[in-house]
Every structure is written in C-alpha cells, then in structure tokens.
C-alpha cells in the first residue's frame, strides 16, 4: 500500500523505487519526471497486478490484504483529476465573460473612430540662398565683331559664336546654383572658364565673395539637387595626395620612422585639374641623427603621378 501510495504522490517523483530501495532508477525517474510519466505509468499498473518487485526481485507484502483499499484510493484519484478539470473550465469561462465586459460599447467605438484634428503643416523653409551681386553677371557680346572689340577674340577662336549665346542663357542658372551652396557668402562674378571649356562642352566659372570657386558643366547644371564647389569635388583627390605626399616624403629621409608631421602640417595645397601640389611641415632626424623641422612640397599631375619633389630645411 505504501509503495502504491508513493507511486502516485507526488507524481511521478520515483519515491516509490527509492522507498524499495532501488536508489539509482528512484534517482533517475525523479530527473526525469519518470521519463515523461511513461515509466511511472508502467509502474503504477506494476504494482496493481502485483508484478513490482523490491531491490532483490521480491515482490511486495500484503497485495492481497490491501488490493481493495488501493482501488478506492485510485478512484479517489481519478476523482479529484475531473473535479479539477471542471474547475479549471468555469475559471476560464468566467475569465472570458470578464473580458467581453471589458470591451468598448458601440458608443465608444464610434467616438474612437471620429475623425480626430490633423496638427498644423509647417511648411518647409526655402532653401539656403546667397546674394548675387550685382554686376556679378556680364553677359558677352553676342556678334563676332562686338566679341572682338571687346577683347574676347580667343574666346570667339575656341568656342565659337554660338557657344557663347549659350553661355549667356547659363550664366544665370550658374549663379543661382552656386548661391545654393553654403561655402559660398555671395556671387561675386560669373564667366566662360576658357581653360576648360571646348565647342563641344562649355564650362561655366562662379567665383563667390570668400574665394569659393565652381566649376559647371552644362550637364551639371541640368542636374537638380545640392551643387559642389570645387574644392569640396577636389577633396577626395586632396586627401589622396596628402597620403602619397607623406610616403613620398619618408622615401627620401635618412629615417623613416622618426618622421613626425607637425599639428596643421599640411598648411598649403593647391589643386587644379592639372597638377595639384601638397605642402608638408614635419620633423625628422637628419644624416648625424639630429631631430631638424623640414618643409617639402609634393607636385602631382592630373594621373596622381608625382612629377615634382622639393625639401629644406626650415630656417
């Protein structure tokens, strides 16, 4: 009776094989939950048609005199499981009534759904815009002999005439383009950039008031969205420069590793889209191992090809 007991509660704990002293399988069905309540299953049923056995393969006293007794027990079990299983069904009724109580009446839904009051749009600010100074834009003259009177004849030469009625209807999109941009403080003056412009593309020149240079090509100028000047589409290329001066550099030093670029070394760079030249101040040690403070310039030309080297001592 004892081992059915035990068995049972708690279930499936195994304290029925340790109470008949079968230590590690007890241990093993209490770890395991009786291995999925399968083995404590099996032996429940075991023990109630008497094939359980203790720790020397003995089965159990008093079978017969308790078997009466272990029935009612078991249906007492059984009992209490179903008593449990309906209890456990009116609380989740009753849990879902309490939440249908819980739900927005008809009222509620239709004032929910109401259109509600849109904040105000703030409308968006203009865009950032310099002036454009006036007398910043000279339109050419638009005859070939007015060109020539006026001093433009190679200007005439390269372009052509019609290339610079053209350039008279792009100046004003140029300056407006460059007035957008927030390096430039204002328009200052708008032309033909001759260096860099051909008869099969024109190339329009905005220099702002603080030396803000831009560049346009005609396509450029189609082109809808922020403009660069020409030292912000340079600075990739600067950077690079810097990089390549500064092994340029090392290659010539008697040491290498004691090349020290001062706090704002780089202090003068020039770039056009010919050749761009990197001025580094630096410290290094010299042929009888003495720190000295150097200034070298690095010459590129417009393939990064290094066609220029110059470095003294700093007096």
Not at 142 to 167: V, W
Request: charge should be neutral.
């Amino acid at each position: 009776m004892v081992t059915a007991i035990l068995s049972f509660i708690p279930f499936p704990s195994g304290l029925h094989r340790l109470y008949t002293e079968k230590i590690w399988t007890g241990l093993l069905m209490f770890f395991t939950c009786g291995l999925y309540f399968i083995w404590s299953i099996i032996d429940i049923l075991r023990i109630l048609t008497n094939s359980f056995t203790d720790k020397h393969g003995k089965k159990l006293k008093g079978y017969t005199k308790g078997k009466a007794a272990l029935l009612f027990f078991i249906c007492l079990a059984v009992y209490g499981f179903v008593i449990s299983a309906m209890v456990n069904a009116s609380s989740e009724k009753s849990s879902t009534e309490q939440s249908l109580k819980t739900l927005p009446t008809q009222t509620e839904v239709v004032a929910e759904n109401q259109p509600k009051t849109l904040p105000e749009i703030t409308k968006a600010e203009k865009p950032y815009e310099t002036p454009i100074l006036e007398g910043a834009i000279q339109p050419y003259p638009e005859t070939a002999q007015s060109l020539k009177d006026a001093g433009f004849s190679q200007t005439l030469e390269k372009l052509g005439l019609e290339n610079i009625k053209k350039a008279n209807k792009l100046m004003p999109i140029a300056a407006q383009k460059a007035a957008q941009n927030k390096k430039c403080d204002a328009v200052m003056e708008v032309s033909i950039s001759l260096y860099r412009s051909s008869k099969t593309e024109l190339v329009i020149f905005v220099l702002a008031q603080n030396n803000t240079k831009f560049y346009f090509t005609e396509a450029e100028l189609m082109e809808e969205g922020p403009v660069l000047s020409e030292q912000e589409k340079l600075a990739p290329l600067l950077s690079r420069h810097e990089i390549m001066a500064e092994e340029v550099i090392k290659s010539q030093l008697n040491f290498p590793s004691t090349y020290d670029r001062h706090e704002m070394g780089v202090f003068t760079s020039r770039t056009t889209p010919s050749c761009n030249e990197v001025t580094i101040e630096f410290s290094a040690k010299n042929a009888y191992g003495l720190e000295t403070t150097y200034i070298a310039t690095v010459q590129f030309d417009k393939d990064s090809k290094v066609v220029g080297y110059h470095c003294q001592e700093k007096q």
